[in-house]
T-cell receptor, first 115, second 111 residues
Framework: NAGVTQTPKFQVLKTGQSMTLQCAQD?????MSWYRQDPGMGLRLIHY???????DQGEVPNGYNVSRSTTEDFPLRLLSAAPSQTSVYFC??????????????FGNGTRLTVT | DAKTTQPNSMESNEEEPVHLPCNHS???????IHWYRQLPSQGPEYVIH???SNVNNRMASLAIAEDRKSSTLILHRATLRDAAVYYC????????????FGKGTLLTVNP
């Protein structure tokens, strides 16, 4: 059982480049979300989705795009990378039915450096 | 939105119990209390959750105050592998899916 899989594990980008961070889950979870974690800042919510075709913004959405075409996948796109986006990115998922009573499952993260 | 407050850091000795506190004074009646921990260089992992009653599982126990304004995660015998950042969050009712994590409590376990 793979759970939540994030790729790549590490990425270095130059300012202005674009890339997509991939997140896939095999638990048929409706809820998926992206967080970024900076030193001393805890986890901050970027975007989330409650099902295919439905996405919404979190605390820090600027500079990031998301889409949800399938239940399994929730990619995060950086259209024009900036040094301020250097961070560790985590994807998480959970069941939506009874969401309050459902644990969040996290991936192992993507460490992104923008130079 | 209800928020949680945790101490920045705590220290414990190996084999001793650890009590990690969390305040959530604005919790609503249907919010669940969840605890997660993050080991170094890993993603957060689920530890335990509860609504009103105390809860136990193989990893820890969760003690919830009668007024639900605070809770305590209890590690019965700390090991070096329990050294991590522990997060207490609230999972809300209704359609509020913006789950917020604070900075958590950094637990250091001394051998």
């Amino acid at each position: 059982n793979a759970g939540v899989t994030q790729t790549p594990k590490f990425q270095v980008l130059k300012t202005g480049q674009s890339m997509t961070l991939q997140c896939a889950q095999d638990m048929n979870h409706e809820y998926m979300s992206w967080y970024r974690q900076d030193p001393g800042m805890g986890l901050r919510l970027i975007h989330y989705s409650v099902g295919a075709g439905i996405t919404d913004q979190g605390e820090v959405p600027n500079g990031y795009n998301v889409s949800r075409s399938t239940t399994e996948d929730f990619p995060l796109r950086l259209l024009s990378a900036a040094p301020s986006q250097t961070s560790v990115y985590f994807c998480a998922s959970s069941a939506l039915q009874g969401a309050r009573n459902s644990p969040l499952h996290f991936g192992n993260g993507t460490r992104l450096t923008v130079t | 939105d209800a928020k949680t407050t945790q101490p920045n850091s705590m220290e414990s000795n190996e084999e001793e119990p650890v009590h990690l506190p969390c305040n959530h004074s604005t919790i609503s009646g249907t919010d669940y209390i969840h605890w997660y921990r993050q080991l170094p260089s890993q993603g957060p992992e689920y530890v335990i959750h509860g609504l009103t009653s105390n809860v136990n599982n193989r990893m820890a126990s969760l003690a919830i105050a009668e007024d639900r304004k605070s809770s305590t995660l209890i590690l019965h015998r700390a090991t070096l592998r329990d050294a991590a950042v522990y997060y207490c969050i609230l999972r809300y009712s209704g359609s509020n899916y913006k789950l917020t994590f604070g900075k958590g409590t950094l637990l250091t376990v001394n051998p």
